[in-house]
Nanobody, 120 residues
Framework: VQLVESGGGSVQAGGSLKLSCAAP????????MGWARQAPGKEREMVAS???????TYSDPVKGRFTISRDNTGKWLYLQMNALKTEDTAVYYC???????????????WGQGTQVTVSS
């Protein structure tokens, strides 16, 4: 199973980036999806998730700044990141299929990750 992320890069604090993730057909209509991240020396954490029915949730550090969305086919997942902070620097992973959308460790499928670097 392949989840393919794109859109990472380097940006100054206060800037914006948009991440995209392409998912295979069988995930599109069957699984919740989300974005997790891992900063150097830290554990992986969920950033945002979206259920099959489109209900989204966010971790406290990103609420009001990040927006998760899926297209109508369910094959594309996005993360719009605004007002980026240096502490948002991490590798961001597209994840799919979990009984508990708020726990990174519960996700069955992971992308390869894309680096986001925010400089001051």
């Amino acid at each position: 199973v392949q989840l393919v992320e794109s859109g990472g890069g380097s940006v100054q604090a206060g800037g914006s980036l948009k991440l995209s993730c392409a998912a295979p057909e069988f995930i599109a209509g069957n699984c919740g999806m989300g974005w997790a991240r891992q900063a150097p020396g830290k554990e992986r954490e969920m950033v945002a998730s979206i259920s099959r029915m489109g209900t989204s949730t966010y971790s406290d550090p990103v609420k009001g700044r990040f927006t998760i969305s899926r297209d109508n086919t369910g094959k594309w997942l996005y993360l719009q990141m605004n007002a980026l902070k240096t502490e948002d620097t991490a590798v961001y992973y597209c994840v799919a299929c979990s009984a508990r959308l708020l726990l990174a460790s519960e996700y069955r499928y992971w992308g390869q990750g894309t680096q986001v670097t925010v400089s001051s």
